[in-house]
């Protein structure tokens, strides 16, 4: 089974490339899902969240209210790092639960769609790690209008994030996203027969 970590900054288009592989046949582990899973309604994680950051991050419905959360640690490293303490942790366990299932299934790809990868060091746990570049000016369009963020928010979610030459010098694959979905989906083609090679 080949172990892949797919990443890419807010913005790249790394959930494209990921729902693509997807429908190739990879088996996709979300980590962006599991963490909200973490941190769900009635859960330990969202209890802890609270318990740091107080009942401001509290949605009417009891939910994590996200945008106002992310107000807070995207602007203090400090903060940041308290938040990911009481989320990762639980992202690994899960995480770990899902890619045993995916090994008993018999699957031979299994796509690790994680974000953070380059800024947690977690490189060395995949047999190939795949970055998904996009240019900064143009995730900050692509987010600001996708997703009506202002642009300085994004800025900020990038600067949060390790830098496009770090997260570079990580990969063994890249995708290039600076063109059409078209482009995007010939390149996903072509990573997608590469990891099955390479899975043989």
């Not at 107000?71 to 690994?92: G, T």
Request: hydrophobic share 45%; no cysteine; proline share 4%.
């Amino acid at each position: 089974m080949l172990k892949v970590g797919l990443t890419g900054g807010i913005g790249s288009g790394k959930s494209a490339v990921s729902s693509a592989l997807s429908s190739y046949g990879a088996v996709v582990i979300d980590a962006d899902a599991i963490a909200r899973e973490v941190v769900a309604p009635g859960t330990p994680g969202l209890a802890e969240v609270v318990s740091e950051f107080g009942d401001r991050v509290l949605a009417a419905d009891g939910s994590l209210d996200r945008p106002a959360l992310g107000a807070i640690v995207f602007a203090d490293e400090a903060r940041l790092a308290s938040l990911n303490a009481i989320v990762h942790p639980r992202v690994a366990e899960r995480s770990g639960q899902l890619m045993a299932e995916a090994e008993a299934s018999g699957a031979r790809v299994v796509v690790y769609d994680v974000p953070l990868l380059v800024e947690n060091g977690l490189e060395s746990l995949y047999d190939v790690v795949v970055v998904v570049d996009t240019p900064d000016d143009l995730r900050v369009e692509r987010v600001s209008r996708d997703r009506d963020m202002p642009a300085e928010q994004v800025r900020a979610r990038i600067a949060a994030q390790a830098d496009r030459s770090t997260r570079l010098a990580a990969a063994d694959l890249v995708v290039d996203n600076s063109g059409s979905r078209e482009e995007l989906a010939s390149r996903v083609a072509e990573l997608w027969r590469e990891l099955l090679e390479r899975a043989d």
